[in-house]
């Protein structure tokens, strides 16, 4: 008959096994070689820079005071930077390779109201050849952050470019800059104001050689559905039937590449010529006038999804600044569960035959 006690079951707690594993590291300090191997040859493994310990008596303490010099950085390895025969996968070349959402503040020049300091999310990638095992992508930022202090300019993204290119060593590159930019709206009626905020990126793209300057802008709107309006009017005079047309949250992703020879294209230029393609931008200060005015200005300008990117295309072919450019529209339905969407393309710069498949899930705007 066996009989158990329960404090010899009983697991035991990890204060006691701390305990026990110092009162055993104590013991093994002071025994032989032989004596530890009698009791159990596993316990040398616990006496850190014994003769029988499998590993040396490493430091645990951070050095605070330690200093690195030159010929000390030389012996660092550099894996990144390795020989071509530690490549992994196909030895194939990389279009783009670099660090995506590193954040600091930038000085914009603004059209209306000097200079404004905008927290700037940078993406900076480069070409990798094919022989080549990899970057250092640090040098993608502090290239970056040689020329942050200045006001920007695409004079001073070049700048940035060249120097990351000459110290990557590569051909092709791209630097994005992707900010909120706040511009001053006033309201219908009310004569009230307030700031509206646009997602804008920049953009300096080098391939071969060559040098395209691209600003991109998420313009918010209302679009009100003509068929529906229509359909609403026809209740309200044929059955005296109360209808009212259904109208939704809209973004449109306008891109354009820049020609400076043309002259300055202005974030606040960019802007307007959104407005006037689409009037019923989205409101900031709202008083009941100022409803009832939204209201009215939705019913002046129906629009379907397909008319957004010919409206938007209208005011970009009319501006000599703007080269090549592309028009993404997203009216988020209020009747339907899918949204409408339409892509207007011209030129060769943003022509493509695949589309992102998450592209349009970008299009939304959150208040």
């Known amino acids: 008959m066996n009989i158990h006690t329960p404090i010899l079951d009983a697991a035991?707690?990890?204060?006691?096994?701390?305990?026990?594993?110092?009162?055993?590291?104590?013991?093994?300090?002071?025994?032989?070689?032989?004596?530890?191997?009698?009791?159990?040859?596993?316990?040398?493994?616990?006496?850190?820079?014994?003769?029988m310990a499998d590993y040396p008596a490493f430091s645990r303490e951070y050095p605070e005071g330690f200093e690195t010099d030159e010929g000390y950085k030389s012996t660092l390895p550099d894996l990144q930077n390795g020989p071509s025969s530690l490549i992994r996968g196909a030895r194939q070349q990389i279009q783009h390779v670099g660090i995506?959402?590193?954040?600091?503040?930038?000085?914009?020049?603004?059209?209306?109201?000097?200079?404004?300091?905008?927290?700037?999310?940078?993406?900076?990638?480069?070409?990798?050849?094919?022989?080549?095992?990899?970057?250092?992508?640090?040098?993608?930022?502090?290239?970056?952050?040689?020329?942050?202090?200045?006001?920007?300019?695409?004079?001073?993204?070049?700048?940035?470019?060249?120097?990351?290119?000459?110290?990557l060593e590569s051909f092709d590159a791209r630097i994005q800059m992707r900010f909120s930019f706040?511009?001053?709206?006033?309201?219908?009626?009310?004569?009230?104001?307030?700031?509206?905020?646009?997602?804008?990126?920049?953009?300096?793209?080098?391939?071969?050689?060559?040098?395209?300057k691209i600003m991109h802008l998420d313009y918010v709107y209302s679009s009100t559905c003509p068929c529906s309006l229509e359909l609403s009017e026809h209740a309200r005079a044929t059955r005296g039937q109360l209808a009212t047309p259904h109208s939704q949250r809209s973004v449109a992703r306008v891109s354009v590449e820049i020609d400076d020879d043309a002259g300055c294209l202005w974030f606040e230029d960019l802007i307007e010529a959104c407005r006037r393609a689409?009037?019923?931008?989205?409101?900031?200060?709202?008083?009941?006038?100022?409803?009832?005015?939204?209201?009215?200005?939705?019913?002046?300008?129906?629009?379907?999804?397909?008319?957004?990117?010919?409206?938007?295309?209208?005011?970009?072919?009319?501006?000599?600044?703007?080269?090549d450019f592309r028009v993404i529209a997203s009216h988020q339905e209020s009747l339907h569960s899918h949204d409408a969407v339409s892509v207007l393309v011209e030129g060769e710069t943003f022509a493509a035959e695949s589309l992102d498949p998450k592209l349009f899930n970008t299009l939304f705007h959150v208040g």
Request: charged fraction near 30%; aromatic fraction near 8%.
């Open 278 to 323: 689409v009037p019923t931008e989205t409101q900031v200060m709202v008083k009941r006038e100022d409803e009832q005015a939204f209201a009215e200005l939705n019913a002046a300008n129906p629009i379907f999804v397909e008319d957004a990117a010919r409206l938007f295309c209208e005011q970009l072919q009319a501006d000599v600044r703007v080269g």
């Open 182 to 212: 706040p511009m001053k709206v006033d309201s219908l009626r009310s004569g009230l104001s307030g700031y509206q905020y646009y997602d804008i990126a920049l953009e300096l793209v080098e391939t071969g050689g060559v040098r395209k």
């Open 12 to 51: 035991p707690e990890r204060e006691e096994a701390e305990a026990a594993l110092t009162l055993l590291r104590k013991w093994a300090k002071g025994a032989t070689a032989t004596e530890i191997l009698e009791l159990d040859p596993s316990v040398a493994r616990l006496v850190p820079g014994g003769d």
């Open 100 to 167: 995506s959402n590193f954040r600091l503040p930038i000085r914009f020049r603004t059209r209306d109201n000097g200079e404004l300091m905008l927290e700037t999310s940078v993406t900076g990638s480069v070409s990798l050849e094919a022989d080549k095992k990899g970057i250092n992508m640090s040098r993608i930022m502090r290239s970056f952050y040689k020329h942050a202090e200045a006001t920007f300019s695409f004079e001073v993204i070049e700048a940035a470019l060249d120097d990351y290119i000459s110290d």
